[in-house]
């Protein structure tokens, strides 16, 4: 495995975001663009970008504007600019096209874990063409709060107070997400029920969930969160493109399930192929249980396979 790093312009106009490309030691058979969730960072995958280019798959994957090396390197933590929640999505796009270049005719697809499966989400309805599959993982269908958050944080954008930090607000939105487990040691136990992957997160220095995003970037998460729903979203998708939707039927961000079928029926209603799979007993990181990660990545590879010798 070699790997190259970059930076190129974002979206917002202010901010480089930071890349890397990872390519197998064989001829490459296709492109796997990894997107990384909310208030972590792209190395979170490395054991899964391991497995992709031993089963011949170039990897590409990026720290989103606000996170990882990205926010580490300009010192904006939490901060996605001003110019939409698209922002991060159109930074998908670009390093999509980075990599295109480098690696013309190659199948490509896109894997997204949690906010990361809500960008893929908006990235398929609007720059799907040509994907050849989605992945989703640990997403969620109408998140809870969501839609009664989003007008209190416009409000408060119009009265001037985008750039500042409430952690409260982040509370609100997902303060709750412990409920269901019984004496929760952390608030992020809702992660995973191995400790030591709770840990690792929490000690991660390219992580940081102790800096809330800016009221305007929880605004564009939010907003993100509310036109990803629906057939009026998955009309949107191209009908092409396959999806393989999976998750810990234990995971609140998937409303323990019930949220991720909801997804999967969405695209059903819109004529989509969808395969849909739960992991009883597992909450939110799947892909690093370690107990079923293996499992994880040989489904995702199996599914990739599965379209690639069509």
């Known amino acids: 495995m070699a790997f190259q790093e970059l930076s190129f312009q974002s979206f917002n106009g202010k901010d480089n975001v930071k890349a890397w490309i990872y390519t197998p030691i064989r001829k490459p058979r296709g492109i796997v663009q990894v997107v990384h969730g909310f208030g972590e960072h792209s190395r979170r995958y490395l054991h899964m970008i391991l497995k992709f280019n031993e089963a011949g798959f170039v990897v590409a994957a990026d720290d989103h504007v606000g996170h990882g090396k990205t926010a580490y390197d300009s010192g904006n933590w939490g901060d996605w600019g001003d110019k939409g929640y698209m922002t991060m999505a159109e930074d998908e796009h670009t390093l999509r096209k980075i990599v295109q270049e480098q690696y013309p005719d190659l199948p490509y697809f896109m894997f997204g ?99 809330p995003p800016n009221i305007r970037s929880l605004y564009y998460f939010v907003q993100m969160m509310e036109t990803i729903v629906g057939t009026e979203w998955a009309e949107k998708v191209p009908v092409s493109i396959p999806v393989y939707n999976i998750a ?62 069509k």
């Open 113 to 211: 874990h949690s906010m990361g499966s809500m960008i893929a989400r908006g990235y398929a309805a609007t720059h799907g063409a040509g994907l050849s599959g989605l992945i989703l993982c640990g997403t969620s269908g109408r998140f809870p709060n969501a839609s009664k958050l989003l007008p209190v944080l416009k409000n408060l954008i119009d009265d001037g107070k985008g750039q500042e930090t409430d952690p409260s607000y982040l509370e609100e939105l997902m303060g709750w997400m412990t409920e269901r487990i019984e004496q929760p040691k952390t608030p992020n136990d809702w992660i995973s029920s191995d400790p030591d992957i709770v840990a690792d997160h929490a000690n991660d220095p390219f992580n940081n969930f102790s800096t």
């Open 248 to 309: 810990g039927d234990q995971d609140p961000v998937g409303q323990y399930g019930e949220g991720v079928y909801a997804v999967s029926n969405w695209l059903v209603q819109t004529g989509h192929h969808v395969k849909t799979k739960v992991y009883p007993g597992h909450r939110h990181e799947i892909h690093n249980d370690r107990d079923i990660r293996d499992e994880v990545e040989e489904g995702i590879i199996s599914f990739i396979n599965g379209i690639i010798v």
